[in-house]
Each structure stands twice: as structure tokens, then as C-alpha cells.
């Protein structure tokens, strides 16, 4: 998937504009970026989205801050909805084969909860 991205040239423009938005101001760039991320993990998965952050970051030189809120939008951004990450979709088969059952709604009730207020601690603390 990435390797088609990077073939496209979709890799190359999500840098380019990027480094156009570091340009103008990298702590705007950072929180968006961050957020963004956090966004796509729950669309898209953090897995594939993980690897296009990857690629996005080593095509060149980003502010500390930005590569820092990429990360951290690939980590806690999954926390939000059960299409976030493979290893919560993993545990919800377990937790079903155990009589225990946690819906999409509620997974998405508590996430939204309890995932905002971590991400932008964490944002704001790397960020800085």
C-alpha cells in the first residue's frame, strides 16, 4: 500500500504540503498533523497509516514536534473508535468468545471519552 502511495506520488505531496505548513508555522503543523492522524488511524487503521506517517517523516526533515505528534497520533488516535487498531479488534474477539460483549457504540461512547483529553495532553507536551 505504501509502496503504491510512494509510486503515485501521494507520499511526496502529503510532504510537500507538510513542510509548506512547518513553513508557515510548526506548531500549527504539529497539532494538525497530530489530529489528522489520530483521525486516519480510525479510518484507515493505525497500521497502514503508521507506515505512511513513516514514509511522510523519512522523505525529509521535520521539526521534532511534528514527528513527535505524528507518533502520538499513531499511538493513542486508535484508542477512539474498534476500527483504530488490529490489536483491539483482536481483543474484542476475545473478550466475545468469553460472553463478554463491548459494541462498536459503546467502544466509540468511551473512546471518545477518554481519548481526546490524552491526546491533547500528550500533543501539548511534545509540542511545546
Same mark, same amino acid.
Given at each position: 500500500?505504501?509502496? $503504491? =502511495?510512494?509510486?503515485? $506520488?501521494?507520499?511526496a505531496r502529503l510532504s510537500? %504540503?507538510?513542510?509548506g505548513a512547518v513553513e508557515i508555522s510548526a506548531t500549527k503543523a504539529a497539532w494538525t498533523t497530530g489530529? %489528522?492522524?489520530? /483521525?486516519? !488511524? #480510525?479510518?484507515? #487503521? #493505525? /497500521?497502514?497509516? $503508521?507506515l505512511i506517517v513513516g514514509s511522510v517523516n523519512a522523505a525529509d526533515h521535520l521539526p521534532q514536534g511534528v514527528t513527535s505528534a505524528m507518533l502520538i497520533g499513531? !499511538? =493513542?488516535?486508535? #484508542? /477512539?473508535?474498534?476500527t483504530g487498531s488490529l490489536a483491539t479488534i483482536l481483543?474484542?474477539?476475545?473478550l466475545r468468545r468469553e460472553k463478554i460483549d463491548v459494541t462498536a457504540r459503546r467502544f466509540l461512547q468511551i473512546g471518545a471519552l477518554v481519548t481526546p483529553p490524552a491526546l491533547i495532553a500528550a500533543l501539548a507536551a511534545a509540542i511545546r
Open positions: 500500500m505504501v509502496e $503504491g =502511495l510512494v509510486r503515485t $506520488g501521494t507520499i510537500t %504540503a507538510l513542510h489530529l %489528522a492522524t489520530t /483521525l486516519a !488511524d #480510525n479510518i484507515a #487503521n #493505525n /497500521l497502514p497509516v $503508521g499513531v !499511538d =493513542l488516535g486508535p #484508542n /477512539l473508535s474498534i481483543w474484542l474477539v476475545a
